[in-house]
């Protein structure tokens, strides 16, 4: 009798033993988990992508005051035009920046306001009173931001640091909105609204906010 063969066979058979049933599970259920995790990020990355950040959890307006634009002054040097009503928000709070935010005002229906008789447009204004960041509308047109600030002031400092203004400057609560509406009529109690839409890496837009 070959006792050495039969413990060669049995060491044989011993090796061809598959894992348990138990430890099989747990690795397939392991295995499956860390899939559906990696299609769970790819996923995620293609639905979102630029432009996921909600503008309105960045950045809050509020506190509108309808005015008068002083006689005498001009677009350029105070953010309106001499006789045009206008409306001045403070920035409640802010993380973005000057090229993040779009603005628009709208009327009780939803559609853009237009200008009346004369040019309108945003402007931002330090706590100064001085302009960092201007849009001029033409008089008859809507009163909505196309692109970014069509002009930024080129005073050194203004806008924080020793740089001028630009797209990329820090817009702070210390900040403030003037928006002018192109008339010499009151605007006052007319409904309309302000919003501002997100761009580049932002989205959406604000709730709107009810202009006295």
Known sequence: ???????????????????????????????????????????????????????????????PV??????GDTFAANGCLAGNYIYTLTIESSTVSFGSVLFEVKTSSGAVAATLTKA????????????????????????AMGATWTTYSTTAGLCGGSATCSTSSSLTNLYTVVIDMGSVTSTTGQGYTFVALGTGSYSGTTSPLSLP
């Not at 894992?19 to 690795?27: D, E, G, K, N, R």
């Not at 309808?66 to 006689?71: K, N, V």
């Not at 706590?127 to 009163?143: D, Y």
């Open 1 to 63: 009798m070959n006792v050495f063969g039969q413990k060669e066979r049995s060491w044989r058979k011993a090796r061809k033993r598959a894992v348990s049933p138990i430890i099989a599970t747990i690795l397939l259920v392991a295995i499956t988990v860390v899939l559906a995790a990696v299609l769970y990020v790819l996923i995620s990355g293609l639905t979102h992508g630029p432009g996921s950040t909600p503008i309105g959890s960045a950045f809050t307006a509020g506190n």
């Open 66 to 71: 309808a005015s008068q634009c002083p006689t």
């Open 120 to 143: 309108g447009g945003f402007s931002i204004l330090t706590i100064g009173g001085a302009v960092a960041a201007q849009t001029s509308i033409a008089a008859a047109s809507g009163l």
